[in-house]
């Protein structure tokens, strides 16, 4: 590996190992996540008392639930740095390009958790078994790279904003929805409903806004950090 290379890489761990270090101490953004998730799981299933769901219902629900389980937690990344005064110096330290995959590959890593916890408990609790596992593995694995990608920057343009949870949420929902119709159009497939016929289309789609969002995200967090 190129030293440059290297050198980028030890960058991002440090970042992200930075930030794993912080959590397993407070735990604040894993508590968000999942408790925020277990509970809107616990009164759906309470809500719809056992009875059957359609697939399509059932898609609905899961990706509500991961997307303001997502929203709940995701920015703090950044909130905390601001709010414990180390901002500054971490733009002062460390290149952008760091800071951003860094922090990337934690919310990433947190997103994945929250999805690997809840399919079993969505399965169990809301009585809908998965039909296709090849898609709803990779339904899961693209949506959490297009929501990763995306509440990242914004997670950064909000942090230092005065009503971070409220603003956070009005710019990531226009920017997400295109990619929360597609995914619960695939978890369809999944769960045994819908047509498999657009089911090639609907990944090109999901990887498409993963790749454009990653990269959007990276050209332009240095303008929304720096400024």
């Known amino acids: 590996m190129p030293k440059a290379a290297s050198s980028s890489a030890d960058r991002i761990w440090a970042i992200f190992a930075k930030d794993a270090r912080s959590e ?10 999942f408790l925020f998730a277990l509970v809107t799981l616990t009164a759906l299933s309470f809500a719809t008392g056992g009875a059957g769901l359609t697939p399509l219902l059932a898609s609905v629900f899961f990706w509500v639930i991961v997307f303001f389980s997502a929203l709940s937690s995701l920015a ?13 110096f971490l733009r002062l330290t460390a290149p952008d390009d760091a800071v951003f995959f860094g922090k990337w590959g ?24 998965v039909a296709n596992w090849t898609v709803w593995i990779a339904t899961l694995i693209l949506g959490a790279l297009g929501l990763v990608s ?12 005065g009503v971070r949870g ?17 995914l619960i159009r695939t978890t369809e497939v999944a769960f ?4 498999e016929v657009g089911l090639r289309d609907g990944f090109l789609v999901l990887g498409t806004y993963a790749v454009v ?6 050209m332009l967090f240095p303008f929304v950090w720096r400024e």
Not at 76 to 88: I, N
Request: without cysteine.
């Open 24 to 33: 397993y101490r407070t735990r604040f953004a894993v508590n968000a996540l």
């Open 76 to 88: 703090q990344t950044f909130v905390k740095e601001v709010e414990t005064k180390t901002a500054t």
């Open 106 to 129: 934690f919310n990433l890593l947190l997103l994945l958790l929250l999805e690997a916890v809840l399919t079993p408990l969505f399965i169990v609790m809301l009585n809908m078994p």
């Open 150 to 161: 995306t509440t990242t920057l914004i997670g950064a343009l909000i942090a230092v904003a």
């Open 166 to 182: 409220a603003l956070f949420s009005v710019l990531s929902f226009p920017v997400l929805l295109p990619l929360l119709v597609v």
């Open 192 to 195: 045994g409903g819908g047509l």
């Open 213 to 218: 969002a990653t990269t959007a995200g990276w």
